[in-house]
């Protein structure tokens, strides 16, 4: 009998005579929701592990890893608190492998999942009478906030962010903000130089259920990407835990002052790596908060991580059910079946996704803003680009399925929205390459934010730069074959991106002085940034590295 089955056998309690919650594989607590609010001798719970699921896209290893691990271990300490676990295997739908189930047990109950893909996946179930679905006690703010602090569409975080802190009285002194400002981003980009040193994460003894599924990835998911390592996964409510006790011990004195800076030294620097427990309820967003603004770190560094949780995460949560993840915008330009990210041009052959898709499933909406439709390069896969700061990014993720949200914005969604590549393929990228990635996470932060998608939906400008903004805030120009200042064609890259989309960005008023500056700039010099990016995307499109030798001479 495999090692989970055999412990779970041993400590599962008698199954008879109990309500029955279906726990979803991003809802792993018992800190809120029906497993708070029930005893444990009178409840089950009913898990699912899904092949299908994991063969929908190429989820980078260590993702799967850290989902199917946490699942196996919150079955196995559920059952010792009291609870019977029904523990399911299949190589269906979610929908499909809980309505047999359902109809045994006399209907489940389960809190609104987070992702929209499992909501559609469950959607037949609830229309039977078969899943009743209560709200996700989770979250930190109500859709009542939302709307009534945004007034949007156009909708814009600060709004919302003030809002939150008068509701919950975070960081308020006398019914202002504390330090007389709401945000402290200004303080929180220092570029990092080695000095406070940057803390070591924790490393996790993998146990055999852990191992167990370690070599479950390695057999059932060979063709997926990523390195798998066990020994930085947090796979137990203990692991979990630590990994927290090290963030407010070790990042939360340093976080807000280098909260943007990028090192190759250091591929988190002072961020807690926090996200991926979160977004699967191990870490609770309301414990963290709480736990964050009670350290003695400064008030930049409390700020700045009350605003990613409780002001970010929220806002793009209520932006993607607002939109229905987007689709509202155009129902036209909804895919049929989900991306792999650029998997399959770099790979020469179609990603195997499993068959049998639910009525409700798509691949998602596929805004573009300023009509980009190029493919991913295959750099992003781990191709050699030339380019140190992409180099070194790609690395990490491939390595770990994390890096910090700078790296993420300024460096993998920057140089893809430069590069004109389509925003859809960008955001599949990073939902199969980052362990916390899920749908209402990335579909706001990449198709809004990082590649400008939904136009000045919920950011009011693109978040480009050139050359310049990577060398001022890390340390990846020092050791790149490209000189930021003379020869790195990211700058005239950024150059020619504002060019062809100058009509669209004119008129935004963030972007006055860039455009100003574009108009200023000569005729030679365009061409020069025009031919730069069509031979980066030659090179780059055919999985090769730019050299200095292949970028024209520059007129200055």
């Known amino acids: 009998m495999p090692r989970f089955a055999h412990t779970l056998a041993e400590v599962n309690p008698p199954a008879d005579g109990r309500g029955w919650v279906y726990v979803p ?80 047990l006399g209907g489940l109950t389960a809190m609104e999942p987070a992702e929209r893909e499992l909501r559609a996946d469950l959607e037949p179930l609830v229309d039977d009478g078969l899943l009743e679905v209560v709200d996700h006690a989770g979250w930190l703010t109500t859709r009542e906030q939302f709307d009534q602090s945004t007034g949007g569409p156009p909708w814009r975080m600060d709004a919302f962010y003030r809002r939150v802190r008068r509701d919950t009285g975070y960081l308020m002194d006398e019914g202002g903000p504390a330090g007389g400002r709401y945000s402290h981003d200004a303080d929180n980009r220092e570029p990092w130089d080695g000095t406070p040193k940057a803390p070591q994460p924790p490393v996790f003894e ?134 792999d990210g650029g998997w399959s041009r770099w790979n020469g052959a179609e990603w ?38 992409l180099d070194t990014v790609i690395s990490d993720v491939w ?36 362990a916390d990635a899920y749908d209402w996470v990335v579909e706001p932060n990449v198709l809004a934010m990082g590649s400008f998608a939904t136009g000045d939906l919920m950011t009011t400008k693109p978040y480009v730069s050139g050359a310049n903004y ?39 008023r963030r972007m006055s002085l860039v455009m100003g500056s574009l108009r200023k700039r000569g005729a030679e010099k365009r061409a020069r940034d025009r031919l730069v990016y069509e031979r980066v995307l030659e090179r780059l499109g055919a999985g090769e590295e730019i050299d200095v030798g292949d970028l024209p001479p520059s007129s200055t």
């Open 25 to 104: 594989y991003d809802q792993l607590t018992d800190d809120f929701g029906p497993l708070a609010d029930r005893e444990p001798g009178d409840t089950g719970i009913v898990l699912v592990e899904s092949t299908w699921k994991g063969h929908r896209r190429p989820y980078h290893r260590q993702k799967l890893a850290l989902i199917l691990a946490n699942q196996r271990h919150f079955a196995v300490e559920q059952a010792r608190r009291g609870v019977a676990v029904r523990h399911l295997v299949t190589d269906r739908p979610y929908g499909d492998a809980l309505r047999p189930l359902a109809e045994e």
């Open 399 to 434: 390595r770990e399925a994390y890096s910090h949200h700078i790296t993420r914005l300024m460096v993998l969604a920057n140089l893809g929205t430069l590069l004109g590549v389509e925003p859809r393929q960008l955001a599949d990228w990073f939902w199969v390459a980052y």
């Open 206 to 339: 993998p146990d055999e259920l852990t191992r167990e599924v370690g070599d479950l990835i390695e057999s059932r998911f060979a063709l997926h990407p990523g390195r798998l390592d066990l020994e930085s996964l947090p796979a137990t409510r203990d692991d979990a835990e630590r990994l927290w006790r090290w963030a407010l011990d070790e990042c939360m004195e340093s976080f807000g002052p280098y909260e943007d800076a990028m090192s190759s030294r250091s591929r988190g620097l002072f961020h807690t790596r926090i996200g991926p427990l979160l977004n699967i309820s191990r870490l609770t967003p309301r414990r963290v908060v709480e736990d964050a603004l009670a350290t003695g770190a400064p008030l930049s560094s409390r700020e700045g991580f009350l605003r990613q949780i409780a002001g970010w995460r929220e806002f793009v949560r209520h932006v993607h059910r607002a939109t229905d993840g987007f689709r509202e915008l155009d129902r036209r330009r909804i895919a049929h079946a989900p991306g």
């Open 352 to 389: 195997p996704s499993e068959p049998g898709e639910p009525g409700g499933l798509d691949g998602g909406a596929t805004p573009s803003h300023l009509d980009a439709g190029r493919p991913l390069p295959p750099a992003w896969w781990g191709a050699t680009s030339g380019l140190a700061c």
């Open 470 to 508: 990577i060398d001022k805030m890390s340390d990846y120009c020092g050791g790149c074959r490209f000189d930021p200042k003379r020869s790195c064609p990211i700058t005239p890259v950024y150059w020619a991106f504002l060019a062809r989309n100058e009509e669209r960005l004119d008129g935004n």
